[in-house]
C-alpha cells in the first residue's frame, strides 16, 4: 500500500536551515502533487509549500522566500529545504501526496509527520 514517510526534522536555532525529506512507498501509478503542511500545536493544519505534477512550486506567503520545495519522480521523493528558521516555524510538518495508486481507488495520503522545533 502507499505510503508517505517523513524524516529531517529536529531542533535548529533561529536563522538555521533544515531539509525535510518525504518518501512514497508503495506501487504507484502516477504521483501528482506533492505538497508540504504543518500544524503547530492548538492550530490549524497550514499549507506551505506544494510542487505541482510538473514540478512547478507555490509557497504560503510564510515560507515564500525562505523554504523551498522540490522533487526527485526517479526516487518518489519530495524534499523542503528550509532556511532562514524562525521560532513560528515550530510545527509538525506532514508531507502530502495525490497519487494514483495500483491497488486502491484513493488519491490523498499523509505521512505520520516530523517535528520541526525552532529556538531562539
Known amino acids: 500500500q502507499v505510503q508517505l514517510v517523513e524524516s529531517g526534522g529536529g531542533t535548529v536555532q533561529a536563522g538555521g536551515s533544515l531539509r525535510l525529506s518525504c518518501r512514497v512507498s508503495?506501487?504507484?501509478?502516477?504521483?501528482?502533487?506533492m505538497d508540504w503542511y504543518r500544524q503547530a500545536p492548538g492550530n490549524e493544519r497550514e499549507f506551505v509549500a506544494s510542487?505541482?505534477?510538473?514540478?512547478?512550486?507555490t509557497y504560503s506567503d510564510s515560507a515564500e522566500g525562505r523554504f523551498t520545495i522540490s522533487r526527485d519522480n526517479t526516487k518518489k521523493m519530495v524534499y523542503l529545504q528550509m532556511n532562514n528558521l524562525k521560532p513560528e516555524d515550530t510545527a509538525v510538518y506532514y508531507c502530502h501526496a495525490d497519487i494514483l495508486p495500483w491497488d486502491s481507488t484513493a488519491r490523498h495520503f499523509w505521512g505520520q509527520g516530523t517535528q520541526v522545533t525552532v529556538s531562539s
Open positions: 510542487s505541482s505534477t510538473l514540478g512547478l512550486a
Open positions: 508503495g506501487s504507484v501509478v502516477k504521483i501528482n502533487g
